[in-house]
């Protein structure tokens, strides 16, 4: 086994000293936060889009109905912002546009705000790493300067490996900053772009509601789990 790798790393979390570890750790905890969110708005959002889909064009050919209602409870859909959103829209005994709309809002805002709990953690981790590394660095240049007046007479040498040492903190700080940056601003836009369509939605099912002119909606009606398959 070769064990010069090993060396090379041991000297490298003994010259970032307590800092490099905590950025690690931070690191660890972003990347754990990146893949959760992928994950949930993959599946959220994407459920949510074929459910609005499938409302949008029941509207469109058969107006408000048990049809929507149906969907909105299939299993997999029902738990989804989309799902809430037509449900209480619907449900609800508000009949005046202005009431309707602030319904709407609420329900959205809602959401929006369970979509983008997370990322202000990715947004915080973005804009502290570099500080926290800079901190380990300006520490690590501190003892390089500490030791340059212990060894008098061996010139810039005796600090420039402390320098560079101490450096590895500033690396280390941006290489957990920029992808939280780069998430943070990825996963805000699906929220942001979600948001619109959800808005779109409420306009659609309200203007559909307001000019209603059909039967009571049945919503006692078991739901068809096959409807939009």
Request: with cysteine.
């Amino acid at each position: 086994m070769d064990f010069s790798q090993v060396n090379s790393i041991q000297e490298l979390f003994k010259a970032g000293g307590v800092v490099l570890i905590l950025l690690i750790c931070l690191s660890v905890y972003s990347l754990s936060l990146m893949i959760e969110r992928f994950f949930k708005y993959r599946r959220t959002i994407n459920k949510s889009r074929k459910l609005m889909s499938f409302i949008r064009k029941t509207v469109s050919t058969e107006g408000l109905g048990p049809k929507i209602f149906d969907a909105c409870r299939v299993k997999g859909y029902s738990n989804t912002p989309a799902a809430r959103l037509t449900l209480n829209l619907l449900k609800s005994e508000k009949k005046n546009l202005a009431e309707l709309n602030e319904v709407s809002n609420t329900i959205i805002d809602w959401e929006a705000a369970q979509l983008s709990r997370k990322l202000s953690a990715l947004a915080t981790l973005a804009s502290t790493t570099p500080f926290i590394g800079l901190f380990g660095t300006v520490l690590g240049v501190m003892r390089a300067f500490s030791d340059l007046s212990l060894a008098s007479g061996a010139g810039a040498s005796a600090v420039a490996k402390g320098i560079s040492e101490a450096l590895i903190n500033t690396a280390a700080g941006l290489f957990v900053a920029v992808p939280a940056l780069i998430a943070y601003n990825y996963f805000l836009s699906k929220v942001n772009f979600f948001t619109k369509d959800m808005e779109y939605l409420a306009q659609e099912l309200i203007a559909a509601k307001t000019n209603e002119n059909s039967k009571p909606i049945n919503v006692t009606k078991k739901p068809v789990y096959e409807v939009i398959k």
